[in-house]
């Protein structure tokens, strides 16, 4: 499989909202290419017959009845750890120009 | 004898009066502090657990049954969310933050009498094998302290050691309780996948994430899990418990083990290596039929997890922000950098790994060739376990290849680090309950046994491990 480029290492950064130090930067692609290298054992496995699994509980849509539940809890309370807050809302900076 | 009796009798013995509930949290508070080096805690929830502590005690006095965990004191590792102090993962990015509302998993506890006294250190969000991930400290093994306690719930596994209280919880995504009771000398469980609740819980890998109990015996662990066990409305993932998981002490002999082939042999210590055959001996000697089984993908375990693990991470940190909670940088002049500067700054260089490795293997054009070939791979991992339990009932191997590492040894490898997992992930992909349990030293040091069943057979499983840890003694 493709080598990782410094370029893919920035632009994976971008795309997961971190900024990186030239030196992270560095290291990172080293060290992805090694996991990487690692983990391409997985193309020489023989998967015929087999699907993909991504739950093992065998649950199949888990629901409940659509009515309003009061855990007890206040606003005031379940947003006393934002950062900034307006009118019982959370508030953030401008999104639309 | 240590400082603590077997749970349910501490149980009975405050319900009884025999007991007090504030001394037995006074008396977890000062070994904490007597023991403070070990740096196995974060936080300590004094006031909370006093009061708490204090409420049990004049129940007591009024004649009111208290429950099965009566003032018993107990560690969550710090990311369940508790009342009474900050709940961090151990990470930069959730410094400061107070929980709104409690895991299920401590309520259930607390319900049935239970007392949190303090939160243990882990690796950063659980991301580890060592502790050295947190952003804070790393936590000192308990039998050699320029040695890890494993991670991720090192702090857990350490803090029972160390007697710091009877219990304490972890979490177990690719081998964090295992791994850590295997490291320390203490028995780790690690439930069928969805067993226990998560809510409340800060999510790691959630189709491997499980919370469970590490204790002193297997008797502990599985009068812990007894409570904890069961379905959820705020967690839709969980299961249907059975009726109770305190072990029957039941005749062992002519169970089928299956010594897992791929786990013995190559890549061990021959120390751990002695002390588990010396264990299969015991077993053998007792008439448990032992015969060697091969699951032949078991060594691309650690190459599914470690796509799978990072593409869940990268899900799930996507929530730190910095606008909801948690840091949050103040000075960016837009949104983005708002985002952006937060998480560079917020988390540490193993949780930038994972998220950005994700975020690759998630990534339009590799997809296919990593996510979905390694989620595969792990059905052909699952049917070659319901192969093998078929014929056995129970799997056995070592719970990791090495005793417990010097600190600082695999901290600029994260290849070698994330290779010490590599005894521990298959349950997690499969959903099996397993267990590690002690089985001597190697140099002084502590060897697991990891003893694995079927997926939902967790009450047998913790009948066998209870008979094994008898043989073993």
């Known amino acids: 499989m493709a080598k990782l480029t410094r370029d893919d290492v920035l632009k994976l950064a971008r795309l997961a909202r971190i900024d990186l130090t030239n030196e992270e930067i560095a290291e990172f692609e080293g060290e992805f290419n090694e996991i990487l290298q690692y983990v391409e054992q997985l193309q020489a496995v023989d998967v015929e017959g087999f699907a993909p699994t991504s739950q093992v509980t065998g649950l199949i849509n888990i629901t409940r009845k659509d009515v309003e539940k009061n855990y007890g809890y206040t606003a005031t309370e379940l947003l006393k ?3 900034s807050v307006k009118d019982g809302h959370i508030q953030v900076r401008k999104m639309i120009g | 004898m240590g400082v603590w009796q077997p749970i349910a009798e501490i149980a009975e013995k405050v319900q009884s009066g025999e007991l007090k509930a504030l001394e037995l949290v006074e ?34 006095a009024k004649g009111q049954k208290v429950g099965q965990l009566a003032g018993v004191p107990f560690i969550a590792k710090d990311n369940f969310l508790v009342f009474g102090a900050e709940t961090t993962a151990a990470s930069n990015i959730l410094k400061g933050f107070e929980a709104p ?15 949190c006294i303090a939160k243990a250190n882990l690796d950063a969000f659980a991301h ?8 804070f400290m790393t936590t000192h093994n308990p039998h050699d302290t320029s040695r890890v306690p494993g991670g991720s719930s090192g702090g857990s596994a350490a803090a029972v050691v160390l007697e710091m209280a009877p219990f304490a919880l972890g979490t177990d995504t690719g081998g964090s309780i295992r791994l850590p009771a295997s490291f320390t000398g203490s028995v780790g469980y690690k439930p069928t996948y969805g067993l226990v609740s998560r809510s409340g819980v800060i999510a790691m890998a959630s189709s491997t994430d499980v ?39 039941s005749d062992i002999a002519g169970k089928k083990i299956g010594v897992v082939k791929e786990y013995m042999g190559e890549g061990i210590e021959p120390g751990v290596q002695q002390q588990v055959e010396n264990a299969i001996q015991k077993l053998r000697a007792t008439g448990v039929d032992v015969q060697e089984v091969s699951l032949p993908s078991l060594p691309l375990a650690l190459a599914v997890y470690y796509i799978i693990c990072p593409a869940e991470v990268s899900s799930n940190l996507s929530r730190y922000d910095g606008q909801r909670y948690g840091y949050s940088y103040t000075d960016a002049k837009d949104l983005e950098e708002s985002f952006s500067k937060t998480r560079s700054i917020g988390f540490g260089k193993e949780a930038k790994r994972r998220i950005m490795l994700g975020t690759y293997v998630l990534s339009s054009g590799y997809y296919d060739a990593y996510y979905k070939r390694a989620q595969t ?12 339990f078929s014929s056995v009932d129970f799997l056995l191997g070592p719970t990791a290849p090495t005793t417990a590492f010097k600190i600082g040894e695999n901290i600029d490898d994260p290849l070698k680090m994330y290779l010490t997992d590599i005894m521990t992930v298959a349950a997690n992909l499969v959903g099996a309950p397993a267990i590690s349990i002690p089985v001597g030293l190697s140099d002084g040091l502590p060897v697991g046994l990891q003893l694995i069943a079927e997926q939902g057979h967790d009450a047998a499983l913790l009948g066998f491990a209870k008979a094994t840890e008898g043989v073993m003694r």
């Open chain 2, 101 to 115: 509302y409690q895991a299920t998993a401590i309520e259930k506890l607390e319900a049935e009498g239970a007392i």
């Open chain 2, 27 to 60: 008396k977890s508070l000062g070994i904490i502090t007597e023991k403070q080096d070990y740096q196995a805690v974060i936080t300590t929830i004094e006031n909370r657990a006093k009061a708490r502590a204090q409420a049990i005690d004049e129940q007591v």
């Open chain 1, 81 to 83: 750890n934002a950062p």
């Open chain 2, 128 to 135: 580890g094998s060592s502790t050295e991930n947190s952003d």
């Open chain 2, 211 to 249: 919370i469970g109990p590490l204790t002193m015996t297997v008797e502990d662990a599985a009068v812990v899990l007894d409570v904890m066990a069961g379905r959820d409305e705020l967690d839709s993932t969980t299961i249907e418990r059975e009726k109770s998981y305190l072990p029957v002490l």
């Open chain 2, 377 to 388: 791979v792990r059905t052909k991992l699952i049917h070659e376990f319901e192969r093998a």
